[in-house]
Nanobody, 126 residues
Framework: QVQLVESGGGSVQAGGSLRLSCVHS????????MGWFRQAPGKERAGVAL????????IYADSAKGRFTISHDNAKKTLYLQMSSLKPEDAGMYYC???????????????????WGQGTQVTVSS
């Protein structure tokens, strides 16, 4: 059974930093699109950053470029999102997701992701 478990959320002031973690288990396939998605109150869930484990390729949403860094530790089976210079608009529930993919075809399209975590809450105060 595939499991994705997020942690690391919390409350910070604008300008602060947080590191989110997503520990994954229950599968051995090595080529996956791994993504972080955010759902702000009253808004639809949107992609923040992607990591393709087959080639260590990353993709960032415009809102995340230059401030967030996505990474993956194969040995620890953990996906990370380092967030810096946080803004109030970065607040929301952050979800980790996984999509098996033999080639780099990763995108922010939620329908392509088969496994999701329960989320971790991020609050940013101004």
């Amino acid at each position: 059974q595939v499991q994705l478990v997020e942690s690391g959320g919390g409350s910070v002031q604008a300008g602060g930093s947080l590191r989110l973690s997503c520990v994954h288990s229950g599968y051995t396939y090595a080529r996956n699109c791994m993504g972080w998605f955010r759902q702000a109150p009253g808004k639809e869930r949107a992609g923040v950053a992607l990591f393709y484990t087959g080639t260590d390729t990353t993709i960032y949403a415009d809102s995340a470029k230059g401030r967030f860094t996505i990474s993956h530790d194969n040995a620890k089976k953990t996906l990370y999102l380092q967030m810096s210079s946080l803004k109030p608009e970065d607040a929301g529930m952050y979800y980790c997701a996984r999509a098996p993919s033999s080639r780099f075809t990763c995108s922010f399209a939620e329908s392509t992701y088969s496994d999701w975590g329960q989320g971790t809450q991020v609050t940013v105060s101004s």
